[in-house]
């Protein structure tokens, strides 16, 4: 039985957020610097973990009212066709295009098609550790 948590509970609010930003940034700097998909699917299942200490796991889930095995579905889509569209070009497998756009809150920002390769990564990594975690926590 939990016991009442108010400032535990208010804090880990804020900081879900606060890692959240983070692992987005981790996931846009990936291709320049450490970092990318695997390592924000981490962090994002990290603040996630922290809610289910805060809360239990009736309100997460009530929160993120999605069932985590469709991300790692979702993401293998992602993964494997961005690394198959190459072929549809009769290019090397795993060859990706890149451009500059300007985007507003980023300016002006390089999008490569690796980027979809890291988001079905991210989809990946979250959606297996939750659904890990969860299976562990119902069974308690």
Do not use: C
């Not at 999008?111 to 308690?140: K, R």
């Amino acid at each position: 039985m939990k016991t009442n948590d108010v400032i535990f509970q208010t804090v880990a609010k804020v900081v879900f957020f606060m890692i959240i930003f983070f692992a987005v940034h981790l996931f846009f700097a990936g291709h320049y610097y450490p970092g990318g998909g695997f390592v924000g699917g981490l962090l994002t299942s990290g603040a996630i973990v922290l809610l289910l200490l805060a809360f239990d796991i009736k309100t997460v889930r009530h929160g993120f009212p999605l069932d985590f095995k469709w991300l790692i579905g979702l993401g293998l889509l992602f993964s494997v066709g961005t690394a198959a569209g190459s072929l549809l070009f009769n290019v090397p497998f795993f060859t990706h295009a890149y451009d500059y756009f300007q985007l507003p809150l980023f300016g002006k920002t390089s999008l490569h098609t690796a980027m979809l390769f890291d988001l079905g990564v991210y989809l990946v990594v979250i959606g297996v550790t939750m659904t890990i975690i969860q299976t562990i926590g119902e069974s308690e």
